[in-house]
């Protein structure tokens, strides 16, 4: 079959390096994708909001399933576009209808999704420019730390750790009344601070029955010792110590079966991904957000543990009856270390030549922000590269991500050599 998949970063990168493998898979397509990608398929040139031009490529190049990678076409309508369409309706697209996206799309929906079904997360309220004065009165009564959350998709920066209330309020003020990230916080959710480890959980779902992937734990900020700006995403490791079966039986009863039947109690249809963020509190598992996608770099780690064959996984979805296909997962560990450009996550150099991949001895190079200038391979995005192997314990596997990404050199490269550190 011909397998599309929608998105150009990362975690697209790791999805087309598995997707290939698959006996499954015939031709596979990647729109846009990056210099990495064109190891395992043919990049085409089209944004992955850009409908008519995925349609146009679908029909011409007789595709068989679609894989969608980000957020942003899934909040949009993606899936909807393609079951409104005569020509499209019985092409299967893994990744959920808009409506199931707003459990990515609005924070509120989710927030409110999570109460109704009695899945454990932090006290919020939701307000709006309408109701500002009561949100400044509602902070002077929360407890600090304070979470600030943009309700709607602000790239990864809508959310703001206010320590004061002065702080709180100035922020706040600034989200709704000078709308500081757009439309993006035209509401704003004000939610309980919660403390612990944090940690990422992942299913697939038809529908009715799910699959848990192997759960993964990201390192969000940009220096060493988790100090410094918020990111993408600095590095992943999986498995997680203390996700431990009987942690995990926990995640499983309270919140992954609560939110598969919460979804089909409310009728919403969801075939694809569950990104479950969880904080890790004394023991007890707290949603602290869903996403509609698979987390980047997590994928990365993710696919590197999963033996079985992914497509027959997307098939499962796609075709209901992922409750009929196997799952297996290495029992090894994997690692991620990414590479990011100088001056990153602000503003960050491009165009600089990367040099080395061809030195890595024992880890998969997948491209992040990465295109081709005639031969070369030039940094294009704020995230590089992500430096992924597979061994047999954790610490080997730190050390030999960390080794590999030393090999590759561009420009105002950089990139931490203490991801995991605090799992050891």
Not at 403 to 409: G, H, L
């Amino acid at each position: 079959m011909n397998i599309l998949i929608l998105g150009s970063g990362g975690r697209e990168s790791a999805f087309a390096w598995k997707v290939a493998q698959s006996a499954h898979c015939d031709k596979l397509f990647i729109a846009p994708g990056n210099a990495g990608t064109t190891q395992y398929g043919t990049n085409v040139n089209i944004k992955v909001t850009d409908f008519e031009g995925i349609k146009a490529l679908v029909l011409k190049e007789d595709i068989n399933l679609v894989l969608v990678g980000p957020e942003e076409p899934l909040v949009k309508g993606v899936h909807d576009f393609f079951l409104a369409d005569e020509q499209l309706k019985n092409i299967p697209v893994v990744g959920p209808r808009q409506e199931g996206a707003q459990l990515e799309g609005s924070k509120d929906f989710s927030k409110q999704f999570m109460e109704r079904h009695n899945i454990p997360t932090a006290a919020y309220r939701t307000f709006t420019k309408d109701t500002l004065q009561d949100g400044l009165t509602y902070l002077a009564t929360a407890g600090l730390p304070v979470v600030l959350k943009a309700d709607g998709l602000a790239a990864g920066k809508g959310v703001l750790i206010c320590l004061t209330l002065e702080e709180a309020q100035t922020e706040l003020t600034a989200m709704l009344a000078d709308a500081k990230f757009g439309e993006a916080s035209s509401r704003v959710v004000v939610e309980q601070f919660l403390t612990g480890i944090e940690l990422s959980v992942f299913v697939m779902t038809d529908g009715n029955s799910y699959k848990i992937l192997p759960e993964a734990k990201d390192y969000k900020r940009i220096g060493e010792g988790d100090t410094g700006l918020n990111t993408g995403g600095m590095g992943s490791i999986s498995p997680v110590p203390f996700a431990d079966a009987a942690y995990m039986k926990k995640v499983e009863e309270r919140v992954i079966i609560p939110t598969i039947e919460g979804l089909k109690k409310d009728g919403i249809p969801y075939k694809g991904f569950i990104f479950i963020g969880l904080m890790n509190s004394n023991g007890e598992p707290w949603v602290i957000e869903y996403n509609c996608r698979m987390g980047d770099p997590e994928t990365e780690s993710v696919m590197r543990r999963i033996d079985s064959d992914f497509v027959d996984l997307l098939l499962g979805v796609a075709e209901g009856n992922l409750n009929e296909k196997e799952i297996i997962i290495s029992p090894k560990t994997a690692a991620t270390v990414v590479m990011v450009a100088g001056g990153y996550p602000g503003e960050y150099l491009k165009n600089k030549v990367i040099t080395g991949t061809e030195n890595v001895r024992d880890s998969i190079v997948f491209h992040a922000g990465t295109s081709m200038d005639g031969n070369d391979v030039i940094t294009t995005g704020g995230r590089v590269l992500a430096i992924t192997t597979v061994q047999d314990d954790m610490f080997s596997a730190l050390q030999q991500a960390t080794a590999d990404a030393s090999r590759i050199y561009y420009d105002g490269m950089y990139f931490r050599k203490d991801i995991g550190f605090d799992l050891l």
